[in-house]
């Protein structure tokens, strides 16, 4: 099969040499960062094509990629200019093939969502229903969901900001075994709210750290719910993540898991993976499965998952309705996850579901860090085993040549400097 026409004014073969769409298409990716690099680099690999990224400010190895070429609409700019951008952009096109948006935030998902109608006659955008958004978007409804559906989810318990409060108010108090986990129901919510002590995921030790920090939260401004659950005991090893697709016809074509090996602890980036190995979650997988197709969904979701040791299942924290940060280390266990939503959205056709990976390791860090914060001789084992088949690095795609292995070598020497600051060694409970 020929490739195809690139959307670009660079043309470029597709790296590995892999076929392509008969009519092609151009690809539009919303934001910025890792997660839409590997989105890109995925089209390019499989694809050859060369994605426009719209985004308010840019990272440097985006500029110098061959996967992409990158709109920066300033600082300043509004979602309404990225929108309008956006559309700008598909009327210089002329609509001579489908174009393609993607978006890999929960905030650029939810503008597109927003927007829907007015993009939706320019672009093919494979994303769920908005009040299915609304619902698994929600960290408290999709507790209820689990539930409502029998996957396996931390006793939860809802904070509601949202009510008015008069000048006596308290925060209420948990039934909930401490210490606890608390979060925003709805990160994109949390996103303009600035106080002291902000972080993605909070710890708490006991009642009055709780009560002190939903008070904090209250007076900036937060006007939403926070999500209390019981804390599941383990350290990073005991999380997973479980990347899927779900196609127009309601059919979850990709199931794909990896266990955590080491994460974030920076307080912006806490429970981002930086080291994962993929292995399947049987019993996880279908319960992803059966609440995916249940639920109606459309497009990539990403759930957060981690081993209860204490019975052994898999219990689901949270669904992002976007493909994940980490997607590639789908990729690169050898599902390029740009061939699902071609198939579905572009050349509407039905593909067999793909649940069988290579086992790789995927890592953002230096091996000796890495070891550092195993403390399972047997995982230890595992890791250097599959390790000597070559660690898989997102940055270091052989097509963007030498400064791409200098940015990863940075992007690790960096992940030691804060990993020494902020987990400076390793705790049971990841914390």
């Given amino acids: 099969m020929s490739h195809p026409e690139t959307p670009s004014s660079r043309p470029v073969a597709p790296a590995g040499g892999q076929s392509s769409t008969a009519e092609g298409f151009d690809l539009v990716l919303l934001g910025s960062g890792l997660g839409v690099y590997t989105l890109a680099r995925a089209f390019h690999e499989q694809y050859g094509v060369v994605a426009t990224v719209v ?29 309008h951008r956006v559309i700008g952009l598909a009327l210089e096109r002329g609509g001579v093939r489908p174009q393609l948006l993607l978006a890999n935030a929960d905030s650029l998902v939810q503008l597109m ?9 320019h672009y093919v955008m494979p994303i769920l229903e908005a009040e299915i958004l609304e619902r698994l978007s929600d960290k408290a409804e999709f507790a209820r969901l689990c539930t409502e559906h029998g996957v396996a989810t931390p006793r939860t318990e809802v904070i509601d900001l949202s009510t008015p409060r008069d000048e006596g108010w308290e925060p209420p108090r948990t039934e909930l075994p401490f210490p606890v986990v608390m979060k925003a129901a709805r990160t994109a919510d949390m996103a303009g709210v600035r106080f002291a002590g902000k972080k993605k995921v909070w710890f708490l030790e006991d009642p009055e750290e709780l009560t002190a920090l939903v008070r904090s939260i209250a007076t900036a401004g937060y006007a939403g719910r926070l999500v209390v659950q019981e804390l599941i005991p383990g350290d990073d090893t005991a999380e997973g993540s479980i990347t899927a697709y779900t196609d127009a016809a309601g059919r979850v074509t990709l199931l794909c898991s990896a266990r955590v090996l080491l994460g974030e602890h920076t307080p912006d980036a806490l429970g981002r993976p930086a080291a994962m190995i993929t292995t399947p979650f049987d019993d996880a997988l279908e319960q992803a499965r059966g609440l995916l197709e249940a639920t109606g969904y459309r497009g990539f979701a990403n759930f957060d998952v981690k081993r209860d040791p204490r019975d052994g299942t898999w219990k689901f924290f949270e669904v992002n309705p976007r493909i994940g940060r980490n997607n590639f280390y789908v990729s690169t266990a050898g599902a390029n996850v740009s061939r699902f939503v071609v198939a579905d959205a572009i050349e509407h056709r039905r593909i067999e579901p793909v649940t069988q990976f290579d086992e790789v390791l995927y890592s953002l860090v230096p ?23 070559g660690v898989r690095n997102p940055w270091t795609y052989p097509a963007d040549g030498g400064w791409a292995r200098r940015y990863a070598r940075l992007v ?11 987990y400076p060694k390793p705790t049971d409970s990841g914390f």
């Fill in 367 to 389: 091996m000796p860090l890495l070891m550092r914060y195993l403390r399972d001789p047997a995982l230890k084992r595992w890791v250097r085993t599959v390790a000597r088949r």
């Fill in 55 to 83: 985004t308010k400010v840019g990272i440097e190895p985006m500029r110098r990629s061959v996967t992409c070429e990158v709109l920066e609409l300033g600082g300043s700019a509004s979602d309404e200019d990225l929108v």
């Fill in 412 to 422: 690790g020497l960096n992940h030691v400097r804060k990993f020494l600051r902020y």
């Fill in 113 to 121: 969502s927003d927007h829907r109608e007015q993009l939706e006659a």
